[in-house]
């Protein structure tokens, strides 16, 4: 049974710091491009940033320079580093795993709440 657990959202202030962690089980972490995704009330889904199985990663426009994804694939887990938080960063944060040869398969975590306010 594939998992993906989220942690370490919460409430922050804004121009604080916040790191989220995904621990993966049940698949071949090592192998797959992982990835936070992020979704407001009423929006849609949007990537946040990904990072590919060789380590090579990317931004949303909005969340360049603050944020930063890593790995470890001997934890499997990856994390997001969220630096200089502001408002607009509030909503639910998802972790995402895609597995990008044959069989294609997609999975995502429950999701954590990340609020940043005064």
């Known amino acids: 049974q594939v998992q993906l657990v989220e942690s370490g959202g919460g409430l922050v202030q804004p121009g604080g710091s916040l790191r989220l962690s995904c621990a993966a089980s049940?698949?071949?972490?090592?192998?797959?491009?992982m990835g936070w995704y992020r979704q407001a009330p009423g929006k849609q889904r949007e990537l946040v940033a990904r990072?590919?199985?060789?380590?090579?990663?990317n931004y949303a426009d909005s969340v360049k320079g603050r944020f930063t994804i890593s790995r470890d694939n001997a934890k499997n887990t990856v994390y997001l580093q969220m630096n200089n938080l502001k408002p607009d960063d509030t909503t639910v944060y998802y972790c995402?795993?895609?597995?990008?040869?044959?069989?294609?398969?997609?999975?995502w975590g429950q999701g954590t709440q990340v609020t940043v306010s005064s």
């Open positions: 049940g698949i071949s972490f090592s192998i797959y491009r």
């Open positions: 995402n795993a895609d597995r990008l040869l044959k069989p294609l398969s997609k999975y």
């Open positions: 990072i590919t199985n060789g380590g090579s990663s």
